[in-house]
């Protein structure tokens, strides 16, 4: 019921391109969030979501919080070599433990020169 | 200045030995985690502190003891090193428990080699 599922596990794109991922779960969300890991770097934080249906812009990416708060979207446009990396989203436990996420399975992006 | 540092960047060490991972946070969080990265690239929080209270202890073996001597550091100690223990482990920070965004600072991560 908490696992996350992001799709695709795996993209080759050429450089200028746009990226499409996403993430699904069986589950109800009230936030998702979508971490970036470089190669030999720690995740670091992109975009978080808050509200069904709301769309977020930072920089060249986008995310949108679904409507039905099982499923979010990234989107990457005009690809460029420095997005090469893993592509996580995420949920937080409620509660107290905010903190303690739940990470998807990660979308590894290659971009060609 | 590096916000989460963690050291060493790499260790190898053989089944069965004892080692330590250092974490230390100079952003004033008060919340510090450990998670491990497996082979396949996914990521699982094992432990978190709060001003050096421990409050999530996830399924983890006992060989594995953090211990938080002030709210800036987060060590990581395991015992008798099995080679399922191999795994990237990252040290992260937040403010209040993730505080409104869920934003958690990671370190570079200690990449662990168990031969």
């Known amino acids: 019921g908490q696992q996350l599922n992001q799709n695709p596990q795996s993209m080759f794109i050429q450089e200028g391109e746009d990226v499409s991922m996403n993430c699904t779960s069986s589950s109800i969300f009230n936030t998702w969030l979508w971490y970036k890991q470089d190669p030999g770097e720690g995740p670091v934080l992109l975009i978080a979501?808050?509200?069904?249906?709301e769309l977020t812009s930072n920089g060249r990416l986008t995310a949108q919080f679904g409507i039905t708060r099982k499923d979010s979207f990234l989107n990457i446009s005009a690809s460029i070599p420095s997005d090469v990396g893993i592509y996580f989203c995420a949920r937080r436990a409620g509660g107290t433990s905010y903190g303690k996420l739940t990470f998807g399975q990660g979308t590894i992006l290659t971009v060609h020169p | 200045d590096t916000a989460v540092s963690q050291t060493p960047k790499y260790l190898v060490t053989q089944m069965g030995n004892d080692k330590s991972i250092k974490c230390e946070q100079n952003?004033?969080?008060?919340?510090m985690y450990w998670y491990k990265q497996d082979s396949k690239k996914f990521l699982k929080i094992m432990f978190s502190?709060?001003?050096?209270?421990?409050?999530i202890n996830e399924t983890v073996p006992n060989r594995f003891s953090p211990k938080s001597p002030d709210k800036a550091h987060l060590n990581l100690h395991i015992n008798s090193l099995e080679l399922g223990d191999s795994a990237v482990y990252f040290c992260?920070?937040?403010?209040?428990?993730?505080?409104?965004?869920?934003?958690?600072?990671f370190g570079e991560g200690s990449r662990l080699t168990v031969l």
């Open positions: 992260a920070s937040s403010q209040v428990e993730g505080g409104t965004t869920g934003e958690l600072f």
């Open positions: 502190y709060n001003n050096k209270e421990l409050i």
């Open positions: 979501l808050y509200k069904a249906g």
């Open positions: 952003l004033g969080h008060d919340t």
